[in-house]
C-alpha cells in the first residue's frame, strides 16, 4: 500500500521537532515542495523505474522503519540529524528530472542506453541539481548551514558504486558539525532505496 505522506510526515514532526515546529514547515516548503514541483514536469516512459515523489515517500517510510528498530541512539536522531534524512530522502533523486536535457532524444525520443545513462549519472550529478536549486532550498539552509555542504554528500551516498566514496567524504565534512551520525544517515539511505522494489517500482 502506497505510504500516507501525512502519516510519515505529522509522527516526525511531533517525535524530533517537538521544540521546534517551525523544522517541519521549513522541510515541507523547502524540501517536498522542491521534489514535488521538479517531478510534475517529468514523465519518463512507462517502463523507466520510478525515482519520483511515490519513490521518496517509500524510502523515507523505510528510513524511518530502520530508525525505529536499531540502536537507542539512532532512535533518538537529533533534530538536524532527522531533517538531513529527510531532506535526503526527497531529494536524492533530483538530479533525475535534468539528466535527460543532456541529451538528444531527436525522433527516437527516450530508449534504454539514453535512460541507462540517466539512471546511472544522476548520482555523479546530484551536486549540480541541488546547486542549481539554491534559492528554492535557501530556508533549508538557512536554518541549517551545514545542510549545504553535507546534503549532497548524503545523497550521493544513494549511490552503491559511490557509496562508500561518500561516506568516507561525509566523515570528514561532518567533523565540522554536531551531526555525528550523518555518515550513517547515508547508508540508511541507501538501504531504504534498495528496499523499494516491489510491484509498483522495477529494478
Known amino acids: 500500500m502506497r505510504p500516507n505522506r501525512d502519516d510519515l510526515w505529522t509522527p516526525l514532526e511531533r517525535r524530533y521537532f517537538g521544540s521546534v515546529p517551525a523544522y517541519g514547515q ?32 517509500y524510502v523515507f517510510k523505510y528510513a524511518l522503519q530502520f530508525a525505529s528498530a536499531a540502536s537507542d541512539r539512532i532512535r533518538h536522531f537529533s533534530a538536524e540529524e ?8 526527497y531529494l536524492h533523486d533530483l538530479a533525475m528530472t535534468y539528466m535527460p536535457s543532456k541529451y538528444e532524444l531527436g525522433s527516437r525520443g527516450w530508449n534504454k542506453e539514453i535512460v541507462d ?4 549519472g544522476h548520482v555523479t550529478s546530484g551536486n549540480k541539481s541541488l546547486a542549481e536549486n539554491r534559492s528554492a532550498l535557501s530556508k533549508l539552509y538557512d536554518a541549517f548551514p551545514e545542510f549545504e555542504p553535507l546534503l549532497p ?9 559511490a557509496h562508500l566514496n561518500a561516506i568516507a567524504e561525509i566523515s570528514s565534512a561532518a567533523a565540522n558539525f554536531d551531526i555525528p551520525l550523518a555518515d550513517l544517515l547515508g547508508t540508511i539511505l541507501l538501504i531504504s532505496d534498495e528496499l523499494d522494489l516491489g510491484e509498483h517500482r522495477s529494478p
Open 117 to 120: 545513462a540517466v539512471r546511472h
Open 82 to 89: 532527522a531533517a538531513l534524512l529527510c531532506s535526503a530522502c
Open 26 to 57: 521549513i522541510l515541507r516548503e523547502a524540501v517536498l515542495d522542491l521534489c514535488l514541483r521538479s517531478f510534475s514536469t517529468v514523465g519518463p516512459p512507462y517502463w523507466f523505474t520510478n525515482h519520483g515523489p511515490v519513490h521518496s515517500d
Open 153 to 161: 554528500l548524503v545523497c550521493r551516498a544513494d549511490g552503491t558504486k
